[in-house]
């Protein structure tokens, strides 16, 4: 097929038919269970959800629809003439289909985001009129989300009595009209938030067929360098299964048939907090700090590791280090520092990221409490985006939210095609659980 929602229709019944089988066959076994301290704890590694576009392994990272971040870069299709980095409409296509997109099916995705970019523009209008200086960009960001809600197609469908088998085709179209329009919001929080609301002219941004370059250029960038940053920046963040608490938020909050427009914002709630999304935002500071603290020192290990000790000595956590499910170098951390060794590998600030990825992780060992001390992919962006003058490190989670779009919107679209029920585990009480184990 040649449209994407062709393409995602021809594979609803015999996913349905796969649901099917696995639900006759192993219904009733068990796939995780949860203890008391898992329960107090996060939920940490509890299996009780399926998410189909992506899984995180602990020790290799994330595969989208078991396709590792090296394999993506090798096999997605790139920009021409000359791009390197996989086409993150290409991601967008793998993550709702399965499968690897051909060239000619990439094409008709970027064109048919291209058509759907344009915001309305009341909707730019109330962006503008925003306190920006005292509204995170984040918040402009979930402000937004929410009034483009208003052209929800899966709310209108719903209102006027859809069939449910129906539900995933509006969801889908929600989805594309979403994902398209995003890199033109963010533009327009970052250009009314740190450049005097001087907007790019839409002339400049007309011959970019693709979303990468889309942002880049909307943003005010104009080097193809920087085209290439953004989409691999995209297709990186994409997705991470799904228990990350944007995409549980996105999947949570969807199970009520809210539409994407109101899943989403949710989604991106959860990534403004600093042990998620804003964690990026956090890193850059960090490291600026450490590099005033070093004064003209030099970076050597025992200079660095006595600030690491600092910052935990203050009750602090190291950003950018550590996950809850990985227990290696985040391969999102290794696509972002491959790009820094062939772009910049002179540059200041990633000489300073690549010395405390030799010293953080040993800091973190002797501190005894991290269960993972290796970098995650917060601990690179920020020095990438800095190096290209994108400086003003509070916006860069809404770039991580652009991206994360692609991955749980997709997800979305499946949540509805296999009609996944309104999602309500069992809570308990403390007193529940003593009363309940004190019986025994
Ligand atoms: N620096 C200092 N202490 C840490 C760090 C760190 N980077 N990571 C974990 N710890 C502490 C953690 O706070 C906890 O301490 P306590 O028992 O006093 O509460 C202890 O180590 C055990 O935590 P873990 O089980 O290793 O980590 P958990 O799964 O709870 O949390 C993160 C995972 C990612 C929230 C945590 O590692 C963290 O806070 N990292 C720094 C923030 C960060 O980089 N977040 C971005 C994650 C990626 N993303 O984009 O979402
Ligand atoms: C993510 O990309 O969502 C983060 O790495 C956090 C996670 O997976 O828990």
Redesign the pocket.
């Known amino acids: 097929p040649q449209t994407l929602t062709e393409a995602v229709r021809s594979k609803i019944e015999p996913m349905k038919a796969q649901v099917h089988v696995v639900r006759e066959q192993f219904g009733e076994e068990v796939l995780g269970t949860c203890t008391v301290n898992q329960a107090y704890g996060g939920m940490r590694s509890v299996k009780s959800m399926v998410y189909e576009t992506s899984l ?1 392994d602990p020790e290799e990272g994330i595969r989208f629809r078991g396709y590792s971040i090296p394999e993506c870069q090798k096999l997605l299709p790139k920009a021409k003439p000359a791009g390197e980095q996989p086409l993150p409409e290409g991601l967008l296509w793998l993550l709702l289909t399965g499968d690897i997109p051909t060239e000619s099916q990439v094409q008709s995705v970027c064109m048919d985001l291209k058509q759907r970019a344009t915001v309305p523009e009341d909707v730019l209008h109330f962006l503008d009129r925003l306190p920006h200086k005292r509204l995170h960009p984040m918040t402009q960001f979930t402000i937004a989300v929410n009034l483009l809600q208003r052209d929800s197609r899966m709310t209108e469908a719903y209102a006027h009595g859809a069939a449910k088998s129906a539900y995933w085709e509006h969801c889908l179209e929600d989805a594309l009209t979403l994902i398209a329009r995003l890199p033109v919001i963010a533009a327009r929080i970052y250009r009314n938030t740190f450049h005097g609301a001087k907007h790019i002219p839409l002339e400049t941004t007309a011959n970019a067929d693709d979303m990468g370059k889309r942002l880049a250029r909307s943003l005010g960038f104009e080097s193809t360098e920087f085209d290439e940053l953004m989409r691999l920046y995209l297709v990186l ?1 994409a997705d ?2 799904g ?5 549980h938020a996105v999947r949570l909050v969807g199970s009520a048939l809210s539409d994407p427009y109101l899943a989403f914002a949710a989604g991106l709630n959860g990534l403004a907090g600093p042990l ?1 999304g804003l964690a990026n935002q956090e890193v850059l500071r960090w490291l600026l700090q450490m590099k005033e603290k070093l004064g003209g020192r030099p970076m050597t290990t025992e200079n660095l590791t006595e600030l690491c000790w600092q910052t935990l000595r203050e009750g602090h956590v190291i950003p950018g280090f550590g ?3 990985l227990r290696r170098t985040d391969p999102r951390y290794t696509a972002q520092r491959e790009f820094a060794l062939k772009y910049l590998p002179h540059d200041e600030m990633f000489q300073l990221v690549s010395k405390l990825y030799e010293v953080v992780p040993q800091v973190l060992e002797e501190q005894g409490k991290v269960k993972n001390p290796w970098p ?2 917060d601990q690179h962006s920020g020095v990438l985006l800095r190096y290209y003058g994108l400086v003003e490190s509070n916006f860069y989670t809404v770039l991580f939210g652009v991206s994360r779009a692609i991955g749980t919107l997709s997800s979305l679209v499946w949540d509805r095609a296999l009609g996944l029920p309104i999602e309500r585990p069992k809570s308990v009480t403390t007193q529940w659980i003593r009363d309940h184990f004190e019986k025994r």
């Open positions: 995180l963040h991470h299964e228990g990350n608490v944007s995409a998620h996950h809850a499910v995650n992919v």
